[in-house]
């Protein structure tokens, strides 16, 4: 018996399989919805001490990790943060009112939320859509930094980095973020209110962005995904 299909069923047949193509194509996400671990690394402080050197009096930073990764490309990640700065008017030349000069010490805690942008499409399957074990990013988005101390340091701060994350194997994931978190305000390299401090030196009122304190964080992390995810496309 001879089968034939006609011009219209045939359109037909290509339309419904480009369709479940591109309802499968969309749906892909990763294998798994979430990601726990913890990190390691490194901050500084940059302000009225420290102009322009985001590597100077390096300290020991750690912290845990949350992330949500809603599909290939993008992910919402969450972090708890602890971390020390300090910072030295003598390591500059800069020249202060009464040639004072000024030091300090302080730790800081962040609780912080992020946006990421993988560069390429970041997972250990699906390689029909090209994806990848190893992916840049750019992340950005909004904590809070607590800062105790003779003053307390309480205030938002706007975190801006990048990084890249490396999917060892499956379920383990390697990364390496670098991120400056710009303050709104002027006090946290002053700790202390006695004497000469840091808090507006010049008495300048030069706008949001200007006089005001910076920190930045080199993290190195590990984190472990779970919770599979149910939106995996399984018609290809």
């Known amino acids: 018996m001879k ?14 399989i480009v369709i479940n193509i591109s309802i499968c194509v ?3 996400s990763q294998e798994y919805k979430y990601e726990i671990g913890g990190g390691l690394g490194m901050a500084s402080y940059m302000g009225d001490a420290n102009k322009n050197n985001p590597f100077l009096e390096l300290h020991p930073s750690f912290g845990a990790v949350f992330r ?5 490309r993008w992910a919402m990640k969450a972090n708890l943060l602890m971390g020390n700065v300090s910072g030295n008017t003598m390591n500059f030349d800069n020249a202060y009112p009464g040639n004072a000069s000024a030091e300090f010490k302080r730790s800081f805690f962040e609780l912080g939320g992020q946006m990421e942008f993988n560069f390429l499409p970041y997972s250990d399957k699906y390689k029909y859509l090209n994806t990848s074990k190893i992916s840049p990013y750019l992340m950005a988005g909004l904590g809070l930094t607590f800062a105790p101390g003779d003053e307390t340091f309480f205030g938002l701060n706007l975190p801006i980095g990048l990084g890249v ?3 060892v194997r499956n379920r383990i994931n390697l990364g390496v973020e670098y991120s400056v978190r710009k303050l709104f305000r002027d006090d946290f390299d002053a700790p202390n209110k006695s004497g000469f401090n840091l808090d507006n030196p010049y ?34």
């Open 165 to 167: 994350k490396y999917m």
């Open 68 to 72: 949500k990764n809603m599909d290939l």
């Open 203 to 236: 008495n300048l009122n030069d706008g949001v962005m200007k006089n005001k304190d910076w920190y930045t964080i080199l993290m190195f992390s590990v984190t472990w995904s779970f919770g599979p995810n149910d939106r995996k496309c399984t018609n290809l």
């Open 26 to 28: 969309t749906a892909v």
């Open 3 to 16: 089968c034939t299909v006609s011009l219209h069923n045939f359109k037909r047949i290509v339309l419904l």
